[in-house]
């Protein structure tokens, strides 16, 4: 199959919808299938086959992150020229829309996958960070609304949405979405996990061979909520002196949770590492104890699924798509957002060595079934079907919602 990918963020960016797109296109292009992806420029973006770059602007709320402009004279005919037989987006803004409006144009499928709850980031929109509470909350509430507008209407006008577990499908449903749906993970390639050196940590960060890890991979962000996080391990490092906590990520909260972590008289404890290369991160999994997660906004939570393949142990909130990534009690714990809980089933793993092997094990067999090579073939069988559907005329979009309502 040939198909067309339009993202709002790929690479060099690096996000969980980066990761998704990244493992696919590779999974895909290995089975024999062309990919083509439209995305962002970024600073110092080298030129890559089958990737077509749009002129881009800095985010205002966010510089890491660039906002195509989605125009572009040689797209109609490199389109035209590609003969794709579906179209994938993975937002419903910018180029997710221009996607939408290529996949109408040239009568193909057109897929997209829910990777994200939009009304959970609206603080990344410029009113809603206004120094005024007043302001920022309404901009926030009226965000927040918008957001789940947008999202229904654009899953609407698409032929199959993509949810990545079921709480996010069903949460969609819930919200009024009409459109065939179905439930594809985003897989890893479980067995790059077992390769860690675990060592790592020791050699290049203030770890001792005895120290108790706690590790978090993600993105600084507000969204990831890692306050309750620092929070939580202040009352870990009261009751067990020899444990540290690894922060592996970067993003616009970065320097403020460091002056957190001083302020809780943590001090060399806490270990912020910044943005660490894929082998790096593998690194830290293989030399830590116990992954820890405090999100309340994943649609699924990848590096959960990491940590598991690495053979560890997690302990996350209970909140959408993480919901379906920890079995609790059985390779890990779900907490409610409550820190005295959360640092409590911690606490349980580190003092009991039995328990936190045989869980770990759990978690690296569990792991298993959100292989790369599985989730791929779940994602070719929706593709296949939803073309022969079209094919065969089962699936329509109706003309009128086309015109009226489609992407401009």
Same mark, same amino acid.
């Given at each position: 199959?040939?198909?067309?990918?339009f993202?709002?963020s790929?690479?060099?960016?690096?996000?969980?919808?980066?990761?998704?797109?990244?493992?696919?296109?590779?999974?895909l292009t290995?089975?024999?299938?062309e990919v083509?992806?439209?995305?962002?420029?970024?600073?110092?973006?080298?030129?890559?086959?089958?990737?077509?770059?749009?002129?881009?602007?800095?985010?205002?709320?966010?510089?890491?992150?660039?906002?195509?402009?989605?125009?572009?004279?040689?797209?109609?005919?490199?389109?035209?020229q590609?003969?794709l037989d579906?179209i994938?987006v993975?937002?419903?803004?910018?180029?997710?829309?221009?996607?939408?409006?290529?996949?109408?144009?040239?009568d193909?499928?057109?897929?997209?996958?829910?990777?994200t709850?939009?009304?959970?980031?609206?603080?990344?929109?410029?009113?809603?960070?206004?120094g005024?509470?007043?302001?920022?909350?309404i901009?926030?509430?009226?965000?927040?609304?918008?957001a789940?507008?947008?999202?229904?209407?654009?899953c609407?006008?698409c032929? /199959? &949405? %993509?949810a990545?577990t $079921?709480?996010?499908a069903?949460? =969609?449903?819930?919200?009024? *979405?009409?459109? !065939? @749906?179905?439930?594809?993970?985003?897989?890893?390639?479980?067995?790059?996990?077992?390769?860690?050196?675990?060592?790592w940590?020791?050699?290049?960060?203030?770890?001792?061979?005895?120290?108790?890890?706690?590790?978090?991979?993600?993105?600084?962000?507000?969204?990831?909520?890692?306050p309750?996080?620092?929070?939580?391990?202040?009352?870990?490092?009261?009751?067990?002196?020899?444990s540290v /906590? &690894? %922060?592996?990520?970067? $993003?616009?909260?970065?320097?403020? =949770?460091?002056?957190?972590a *001083?302020?809780? !008289? @943590?001090?060399?404890?806490?270990?912020?590492?910044?943005?660490?290369?894929?082998?790096?991160?593998?690194?830290?999994y293989a030399?830590?104890?116990?992954?820890v997660f405090?999100?309340v906004?994943?649609?699924?939570?990848?590096?959960?699924?990491?940590?598991?393949?690495?053979?560890?142990?997690?302990?996350?909130?209970?909140?959408?798509?993480v919901?379906?990534?920890?079995?609790?009690?059985?390779?890990?714990?779900?907490?409610?957002?409550?820190?005295?809980?959360?640092?409590?089933?911690?606490?349980?793993?580190?003092?009991?060595?039995q328990?936190?092997?045989?869980?770990?094990?759990?978690?690296?067999?569990?792991?298993?079934?959100?292989?790369?090579?599985n989730?791929?073939?779940?994602?070719?069988?929706?593709?296949?079907?939803?073309?022969d559907?079209?094919e065969?005329?089962?699936?329509?979009?109706?003309?009128?919602?086309?015109s009226?309502?489609?992407?401009?």
């Amino acid at each position: 199959m040939r198909i067309g990918v339009f993202t709002d963020s790929y690479l060099p960016y690096t996000s969980g919808v980066v990761r998704s797109i990244q493992t696919f296109n590779e999974e895909l292009t290995r089975l024999g299938h062309e990919v083509y992806i439209f995305a962002p420029s970024y600073k110092n973006c080298s030129s890559e086959s089958r990737v077509f770059r749009f002129a881009s602007i800095p985010s205002p709320t966010n510089p890491d992150f660039t906002l195509a402009l989605p125009f572009s004279l040689k797209l109609r005919p490199t389109i035209k020229q590609l003969n794709l037989d579906l179209i994938h987006v993975h937002s419903p803004f910018l180029l997710g829309r221009l996607g939408a409006r290529y996949a109408r144009k040239i009568d193909v499928p057109l897929v997209f996958t829910y990777h994200t709850l939009y009304e959970q980031y609206v603080h990344y929109v410029p009113f809603a960070q206004s120094g005024s509470k007043d302001i920022a909350q309404i901009a926030q509430s009226v965000s927040k609304d918008l957001a789940q507008k947008v999202s229904r209407d654009f899953c609407n006008l698409c032929d /199959l &949405v %993509i949810a990545p577990t $079921g709480i996010v499908a069903n949460y =969609l449903l819930e919200i009024g *979405v009409k459109t !065939d @749906l179905k439930v594809v993970p985003t897989g890893i390639k479980t067995a790059e996990y077992k390769k860690g050196e675990r060592e790592w940590l020791q050699k290049h960060y203030s770890v001792s061979a005895g120290d108790k890890v706690l590790l978090f991979v993600g993105r600084l962000g507000q969204e990831k909520n890692i306050p309750f996080l620092l929070e939580s391990f202040k009352i870990i490092k009261n009751n067990v002196k020899n444990s540290v /906590l &690894v %922060i592996v990520g970067g $993003g616009p909260e970065e320097e403020e =949770l460091k002056n957190m972590a *001083v302020d809780l !008289d @943590l001090g060399d404890s806490v270990i912020f590492t910044g943005t660490l290369t894929p082998q790096d991160v593998i690194n830290c999994y293989a030399g830590s104890s116990l992954f820890v997660f405090s999100s309340v906004t994943e649609t699924q939570g990848i590096v959960i699924a990491e940590a598991k393949a690495a053979g560890l142990p997690v302990v996350a909130v209970r909140a959408y798509g993480v919901s379906e990534m920890v079995e609790d009690g059985v390779d890990g714990y779900l907490t409610d957002l409550a820190a005295e809980q959360f640092a409590d089933k911690i606490i349980t793993l580190l003092n009991n060595e039995q328990l936190r092997l045989e869980m770990g094990k759990k978690a690296e067999k569990n792991a298993e079934r959100l292989d790369s090579a599985n989730c791929t073939s779940m994602l070719l069988k929706c593709y296949r079907s939803l073309k022969d559907d079209c094919e065969a005329g089962h699936v329509k979009i109706d003309e009128s919602k086309r015109s009226s309502q489609g992407p401009k």
